[in-house]
């Protein structure tokens, strides 16, 4: 069996394979692995595989230490992927980013794909049928956007993502929530088509955070993947 750890930014996701198959998935609050070592001691896992978007410390290699894992890999650039990694500064990419584009491949039936993860930031990785990452786009999220319209304006209310939405804003509240949130969804659809001209059979996974009602002429071709990232992990742990 297979252990796979997702570090963000504000939380640890973790996921438990044999073989392809999701047998345990948890999620913790901030950065803390404690609860590793009770995973650990359920599965008999041989294999281990790190991935952060944070600095990994000496205390989360210990806890990760402590669970007794004999074969344990900390993605970065140098490790060896079943994707051709066409970014130009690959030693920038998140390895989130890069774990999400494998993800897609394993998942995509041998199309081109797209993965958009909403998380603190709206992230977009593009891969071919090949097996080309060829990199991808970075925008503020959700949460992001509205915080920004507060701190970064005089008057302007900080406006929960929950709440009353018409279709057009009939007051300050709803006119930042319809703002964003329609925005982040032209946003999404409007990559989307624009790939479909060039990738004509094109997949999308979308994964994180808020699942949008998107146009009936993009929605066929979107496919909402939570553990695209851990599922990826799992894959690049195959060749080790």
Request: charged share 25%.
């Amino acid at each position: 069996m297979n252990l796979a750890i997702d570090i963000g930014n504000s939380t640890v996701k973790v996921a438990v394979f044999d073989g392809q198959e999701l047998v345990h998935y948890d999620k913790f609050e901030g950065h803390s692995l404690e609860g590793l070592e009770k995973v650990s001691r359920n599965y008999a896992i041989e294999k281990c595989i790190v991935s952060s978007t944070v600095n990994v410390t000496d205390d989360m290699k210990s806890d990760v230490q402590a669970t007794g894992i004999e074969k344990i890999v900390y993605l970065d650039s140098t490790t060896r992927v079943p994707v051709k990694n066409l970014y130009r500064t690959p030693r920038t990419l998140g390895t989130d980013r890069l774990a999400a584009a494998v993800g897609a491949y394993s998942q995509s039936g041998g199309r081109d794909a797209l993965v958009v993860d909403m998380g603190t930031a709206i992230t977009y990785e593009l891969v071919t049928a090949q097996g080309e990452y060829l990199g991808g786009n970075i925008s503020p999220g959700v949460e992001l956007r509205l915080k920004a319209l507060h701190e970064f304006t005089a008057k302007l209310p900080k406006v929960d993502r929950e709440g009353e939405k018409p279709f057009w804003g009939i007051d300050t509240e709803t006119a930042i929530r319809c703002g964003v949130l329609d925005g982040v969804r032209h946003e999404i659809e409007g990559f989307v088509k624009e790939l479909i001209v060039k990738y004509p059979y094109l997949v999308v996974f979308l994964t994180g955070g808020n699942i949008f009602d998107f146009d009936s002429s993009i929605k066929k071709r979107i496919f909402v993947d939570r553990y695209i990232v851990l599922k990826g992990l799992n894959r690049i742990l195959k060749d080790y």
